[in-house]
Structure formats: C-alpha cells, structure tokens
C-alpha cells in the first residue's frame, strides 16, 4: 500500500558518488512495504552500484567500494567509510486504522573528521503525497 502517514517514513534513498576518482554512483532504497510480518524481507533494499543492480534481504552484505550495506535481521546499516553510519529499522505501524503496515526509523552518527565539524541533525529529506 502507498505510504499517506504523514508522520511515518516508508521509504529511505540514498545516494553517494564512491571511488574517488572513479566517481561510481551508489544509490539503494529501503522500503517499508516489502517487509512482512517480522519486519524481514528478501528484496527491502534495491539498489545500483556503478549501473549494476542488486537487491539485498535479511541477513546480506553488500560493498560498492567505501560503501557498506549490512542488512541484519529487521534493520539494515549504510557505513559510508569510516565517517557515517546510518541504522535504517523497520517496525510495525501500531494502532493503525488503514494505510502502510510498516514504518522505518532512522538513526545517524558521525565518526571521525566529520564529527568533530557537525552532528546530523533533522529530516534530511521528507515529502508526502499530495
């Protein structure tokens, strides 16, 4: 079902250039709705690594040179180097009368050179359906 939960995240993008000088595009989605009753899944993260496809479930891994994607059981970690760590958990849309089943939490953290300059703060990027 299509997300219309104002105040739940259904889909998380992300997007990179990897490689340095090779300038390698990463892009993955995690997305609520492929995930079942558990909150597991075999295709809740789809993505591109330099224009190869991949699709990632409970228990993959995945690198596109400085890029990681561990997925665990309900979650899955992005390690960009060893400066972010984003932590993307499905869950359960509690006391729900319609709509999407599942929602993800996101969580930040900088490490290194990057958090000596600033902490993530805020939705990075939020839309809604009109």
């Not at 050179?113 to 809604?128: D, E, F, I």
Request: glycine share 12%.
């Amino acid at each position: 079902s299509p997300c219309t939960a104002p105040s739940s995240l259904c889909e998380a993008h992300f997007v990179a250039t990897v490689g340095g000088a090779k300038r390698k595009p990463f892009r993955a989605s995690f997305w609520a709705n492929e995930l079942n009753h558990w909150n597991t899944g075999h295709n809740m993260i789809t993505g591109t690594c330099g224009g190869g496809n991949f699709f990632l479930g409970t228990g993959a891994y995945k690198a596109c040179e400085e890029m990681r994607v561990r997925v665990n059981f309900a979650s899955a970690v992005f390690e960009l180097g060893d400066e972010w760590s984003i932590t993307v958990r499905g869950n359960h849309v509690y006391d729900r009368l319609s709509g999407p089943e599942h929602r993800l939490d996101i969580s930040m953290h900088a490490r290194g050179k990057v958090a000596a300059v600033g902490r993530p703060h805020g939705v990075v990027g939020q839309s809604s359906p009109s």
